[in-house]
């Protein structure tokens, strides 16, 4: 497997394995990451010999990523194959993460997720982006938010942890409230034990930029980005959840333990937001990478 490759910032260091090419959706008008990548699952064959070379090279890793994109799609039997070399091969591995959607979480048994997590598949990364349908459905995602909710919920029953990603001005000025209060209901049923929130960027070569050059799209202005990410953490009814908005895509970097942090990270967007600093005309100055 090639480039691109890409990974949560979570898994910085862990060894990363790319399995598989690309994303077996990969239709979110939002995402350029494997815009230009077919689709192509690796041969268990080839995984069989990634897997032993790179235990080779570092025979004492602990943490492993598996990579592209929702690697949890494959039946469970290949990935209880797959996790079961891992262990073999690696014998201080820990923990195995990898992205995952709703729909290729709830295509397992509550009693497949256990053995997985028995294996030690232990964190799955999933973008709810929003909690409102109609966003969703606009920006391509194929499910509901109450299936991903429903999928984060039995996996975690299972002993799996879920890291959730969401996109703050994902439904642009016309949608920004639905947003903020559908994001922040499905987050208070899933509960997850992580939970990332990036700001979305209109990226050249994504419908998305397109809607935005013709109008179809209106971004939120600075200001308004942080508006909303800050009513989104006032409606968050969380226990025990690391919160982070501290991607390059965020205006200010954010991270704190919910409950426990929550009034003071509300205190620091307030002081940005009376700062006066921020661009209430238009995005504002956006980050070179992403």
């Given at each position: 497997m090639n480039e691109p490759l890409f990974r949560p910032p979570a898994?910085?260091?862990?060894?990363i394995l790319q399995i598989d090419r690309g994303c077996p959706h990969n239709r979110c008008t939002f995402c350029g990451m494997y815009r230009a990548v077919p689709y192509r699952r690796g041969s268990l064959d080839a995984i069989h010999a990634l897997v032993h070379r790179e235990a080779r090279r570092f025979p004492t890793a602990r943490r492993v990523f598996l990579a592209d994109g929702d690697v949890m799609v494959r039946p469970f039997e290949e990935l209880d194959t797959i996790l079961t070399w891992l262990g073999e091969a690696l014998p201080s591995l820990t923990r195995v993460g990898l992205y995952a959607n709703g729909s290729s979480i709830m295509a397992k048994s509550d009693g497949e997720l256990q053995e997985l997590r028995r294996r030690k598949l232990h964190t799955l990364y999933m973008g709810l982006e929003s909690g409102d349908d109609e966003i969703l459905k606009a920006c391509g995602k194929r499910e509901t938010a109450a299936a991903m909710v429903d999928a984060g919920i039995r996996a975690q029953a299972a002993g799996l942890r879920m890291s959730v990603m969401i996109l703050t001005?994902?439904?642009?000025?016309?949608?920004?409230?639905?947003?903020?209060?559908?994001?922040?209901g499905a987050l208070?049923?899933?509960?997850?034990r992580l939970l990332s929130a990036l700001r979305v960027i209109p990226v050249e070569g994504t419908a998305l930029f397109a809607a935005a050059a013709n109008g179809r799209f209106a971004p939120l202005t600075e200001a308004q980005a942080v508006r909303e990410l800050r009513e989104l953490v006032a409606r968050l009814d969380l226990s025990g959840t690391v919160f982070r908005a501290n991607h390059a895509?965020?205006?200010?970097?954010?991270?704190?333990?919910?409950?426990?942090?929550?009034?003071?990270?509300?205190?620091?967007m307030d002081a940005l937001l009376r700062s006066g600093r921020l661009d209430e005309q238009s995005p504002g100055r956006l980050p070179l990478w992403l």
């Open positions: 898994e910085a260091d862990s060894l001005g994902l439904g642009g000025t016309e949608r920004s409230a639905a947003h903020v209060e559908h994001t922040a208070n049923r899933m509960r997850p895509s965020n205006v200010m970097p954010l991270e704190g333990r919910l409950p426990h942090d929550k009034e003071r990270l509300l205190a620091e």
